[in-house]
């Protein structure tokens, strides 16, 4: 796994952050900073559909798009309109130990049990639902993803900063994913 990079003071925010949206983001979750009111957002966030984390933050203050492994590769028109439409020019990349989407084929009975039971779905097309999306959402590790995620969204935004960020479960504590 990368490196990560607590956040324990406003010492430990990375320079380029600070005095952005994505350092406040850091100072409301980990240090607590008293929140502030705001009238429009000022960043977007994009994280984990996974029900372990909840960010503390004002109201107002950023767009969430939530979805296995922080993958925006196909919520990219959302992007776009926090962005255009939004006017955000910040972008904090949230991946989480332990993600879902990571070693996906090894729940693939599960997953498939679960569709024809619960949803009542026959086998067969639970089986191709799962062959067809997960290798779209599969991820390899959890944060080479969001390196290479926040690398191609640099791409495909060049005016708009990205922050690759990293959720513990056991702490509830975001950090920095240390770039090489
Ligand atoms: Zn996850």
């Known amino acids: 796994m990368n490196k990560?990079?607590?956040?324990?003071?406003?010492?430990?925010i990375l320079p380029e952050y600070r005095q952005t949206p994505i350092g406040l983001l850091l100072e409301y979750h980990n240090l607590d900073r008293p929140l502030d009111t705001f009238d429009k957002a000022k960043l977007l966030v994009g994280m984990c559909m996974d029900n372990r984390k909840h960010l503390h933050m004002p109201?107002?203050?950023?767009f969430i798009?939530?979805?296995?492994?922080?993958?925006?590769?196909?919520?990219?028109?959302?992007?776009?309109?926090?962005?255009?439409?939004?006017?955000?020019?910040?972008?904090?990349?949230?991946?989480?130990?332990?993600c879902g989407m990571v070693n996906l084929i090894s729940r693939k009975?599960?997953?498939?049990?679960?569709?024809?039971?619960?949803a009542g779905w026959d086998r067969e097309r639970a089986e191709e639902?799962?062959?067809h999306?997960?290798?779209?959402?599969?991820?390899g590790n959890e944060t080479d993803f969001i390196l290479?995620?926040?690398?191609?969204?640099?791409?495909?935004y060049p005016g708009i900063m990205i922050a690759p960020l990293f959720y513990l479960v056991e702490d509830n504590k975001l950090y920095f994913i240390e770039e090489s």
Do not use: C, W
């Not at 926090?82 to 904090?92: C, P």
């Open 133 to 139: 999306f997960a290798p779209m959402f599969e991820i």
């Open 65 to 98: 798009i939530r979805s296995g492994g922080a993958n925006l590769r196909y919520s990219e028109f959302k992007v776009s309109y926090a962005i255009g439409v939004g006017q955000v020019s910040f972008i904090a990349l949230i991946g989480h130990n332990n």
């Open 109 to 118: 009975n599960e997953f498939i049990d679960g569709l024809v039971l619960k």
């Open 129 to 131: 639902h799962f062959m």
């Open 148 to 156: 290479s995620e926040t690398k191609r969204l640099r791409l495909r």
């Open 4 to 12: 990560l990079i607590a956040v324990n003071s406003i010492d430990d």
């Open 59 to 62: 109201d107002n203050f950023a």
